[in-house]
């Protein structure tokens, strides 16, 4: 079964510092890659995705993320962090009709 | 349109206690799901459908049932609430398995007493 992992389950950063949230994916196939944030008692909101075509694919708000087979990873960046982009963050692969969601990393933006 | 859709926002249980939440989606979507989602544990898959009339288990169906008479609407229902089901709900959709991304309800926040 395909899988992802998320490394740190809380990342805290400076505003205006570089935001990296870390994610390595498990697939036998090439995947179907998204991330997802969640701002607090809301839903979930798709950030980017990843469906095999480039392999640096720009999102929402100024995020990104780069397809990297060699390291199996998909980590989010965004060069600059706003007090706004505090929140909960999901990397999730496609398997199947369903999506395997990674643990989640929690946000913080200080100023 | 509006998306996907749930109803109610809220709710609180007494253990043993049965319900249904409602989801809709307006889009015309093949395909429906049903997550929770659980502090540090992400979202789980309970139960999805790929259709009316065709339902399949998830990663965490036990405890929940569900049924998809209409393309519209995919309720989850609660059979004998229990504790361990406290949790917030997600109800996603997407057009056919060949659509990778999928749409996500605001979700229900169900408490178990």
């Known amino acids: 079964a395909q899988s992802v992992t998320q490394l740190g389950s809380h990342v805290s950063v400076s505003e205006g510092a570089l935001v990296l949230l870390r994610c390595n994916y498990s697939?036998?196939?090439?995947?179907?890659l998204f991330w997802y944030v969640q701002y607090p008692n809301q839903g979930l909101q798709l950030l980017l995705k990843?469906?095999?075509?480039?392999?640096l694919v720009k999102g929402i708000n100024g995020f990104e993320a780069e397809f990297k087979k060699s390291e199996t990873s998909f980590h989010l960046t965004k060069p600059s962090a706003h007090m706004s982009d505090a929140a909960e963050y999901f990397c999730a692969v496609r398997t199947g009709y369903a999506l395997n969601f990674g643990k989640g990393t929690s946000l913080l933006v200080t100023p | 349109n509006a998306g996907v859709t749930q109803t109610p926002k809220f709710q609180v249980l007494k253990t043993g206690q049965s319900m249904t939440l409602q989801c809709a989606q307006d889009?015309?979507?093949?395909?429906m799901s049903w997550y929770r989602q659980d502090p540090g544990m992400g979202l789980r898959l309970i139960h999805y459908s790929v259709g009316a009339g065709i339902t399949d288990q998830g990663e965490v169906p036990n405890g929940y049932n569900v049924s998809r008479s209409t393309t519209e609407d995919f309720p989850l229902r609660l059979l004998s609430a229990a504790p361990s089901q406290t949790s917030v709900y997600f109800c996603a959709s997407s057009y056919s398995l060949g659509e990778p991304e999928q749409y996500f309800g605001p979700g229900t926040r169900l408490t178990v007493t």
């Open positions: 889009m015309n979507h093949e395909y």
């Open positions: 990843y469906t095999s075509a480039a392999t």
């Open positions: 697939s036998s196939v090439p995947p179907y």
